[in-house]
């Protein structure tokens, strides 16, 4: 262990954009090593990024509280334990739960509850990517609360994505016909290639809204957005009566300093019957076993495909959160901070 805890804190709340002035570099003493009982002492090694860090930013109301000003900033993680006063949890295990952005960090007993302990052998990027809470989204957001059914015309937003790209291929497990929406024409090309998909639109090259007149017109059976703001009301005017919309994320709107006004079509949803649902994954922690289950066997059984964008380097952890909002990654963005001991 080196003799300081590099930090990047969380230094003011931004007004659109996440940028430069939003987190500020420090270096803080180790934690100490003596652990009062139920404590854990975690070395981070692999940090998730996920459009919902940018929400947990706002001073408003959400499913989390806001990260607070002045403290490293809060991710998804793998981490190795160096000390432990916990019997669950012994010295060289790996967890995977909320860290956040420093290299060492004291778990106190009632937080190291909510650590998972991954099982022996697994590799930390795929913890973090095709058993994570992306997939996790992806199969209870589609199968729970979209509830497709087999000959449904489905179409997916940041279909490229850690989220959308599983959308897909369980869409397709299921006997759908996909569409899916993403930038440019190298994710669009791997969509159809590994995942399957029928269709694709490159929103930066076409007009999506022409483009689902065409190919799907007032024929989608459900939405699986992750994208929000003029791909939400174009997919809107294509939607078929008694359809389904799940509200899974709004990236296209979440470094606006004042929010969008719209969709504009709402109207739609009355006359065509049309049920538009948001949700989250934490509401599905308690049904774990059965995603372990059936998602961990298509997995195994080579049925889904995940792909993983891993950047290196602690200096570099900023630039990786803005990567998502850039349209730059493909598939689970990650950063590897150090390999387990």
């Known amino acids: 262990m080196s003799e300081i805890n590099r930090q990047w804190i969380f230094n003011q709340r931004p007004q659109g954009f996440v940028d430069t002035d939003t987190f500020t570099y420090h270096e803080a003493p180790l934690p100490e090593p003596d652990l009062a009982a ?196 174009a997919a809107i005017d294509q939607m078929a009566d008694h359809s389904s919309i799940v509200l899974c994320g709004a990236i296209a709107g979440y470094n606006d300093a004042t929010p969008a006004p719209g969709p504009r079509n709402l109207m739609t949803l009355i006359a065509r019957r049309i049920r538009m649902q948001g949700f989250i994954m934490l509401d599905y922690l308690d049904q774990l076993e059965r995603f372990q289950n059936e998602f961990g066997g298509w997995v195994m059984e080579g049925k889904i495909k995940t792909r993983e964008d891993i950047q290196e380097g602690f200096e570099n952890i900023p630039a990786t959160l803005a990567r998502l909002f850039e349209g730059k990654n493909t598939g689970k963005q990650l950063l590897r901070l150090a390999d387990p001991a």
């Open 38 to 233: 139920g404590e854990v002492l975690i070395k981070t090694l692999y940090l998730s990024f996920d459009p919902a860090m940018r929400g947990w930013m706002d001073d408003k109301p959400s499913y989390l509280p806001p990260v607070e000003i002045g403290s490293p900033m809060r991710a998804s993680g793998i981490g190795q334990v160096v000390a432990s006063q916990r019997d669950d949890l012994p010295t060289g295990s790996l967890v995977m739960g909320f860290l956040n952005w420093q290299e060492y960090l004291c778990v106190d007993a009632n937080e190291a509850t909510s650590l998972n302990r991954l099982p022996d052998g697994t590799p930390p990027a795929m913890a973090l990517s095709a058993f994570g809470g992306t997939s996790m989204t992806a199969y209870f957001g589609l199968l729970d609360v979209g509830q497709p059914k087999a000959g449904d015309t489905v179409l997916v937003s940041g279909a490229a994505g850690a989220t959308g790209s599983v959308v897909c291929q369980i869409a397709k497990l299921k006997g759908c016909r996909v569409i899916g929406i993403a930038g440019g024409r190298e994710k669009c090309d791997w969509l159809k290639a590994e995942c399957g998909v029928d269709e694709t639109i490159d929103y930066r090259a076409d007009d999506v809204g022409a483009v689902l007149a065409d190919i799907a017109p007032m024929s989608i059976n459900l939405f699986f957005d992750n994208v929000g703001g003029s791909i939400l009301e």
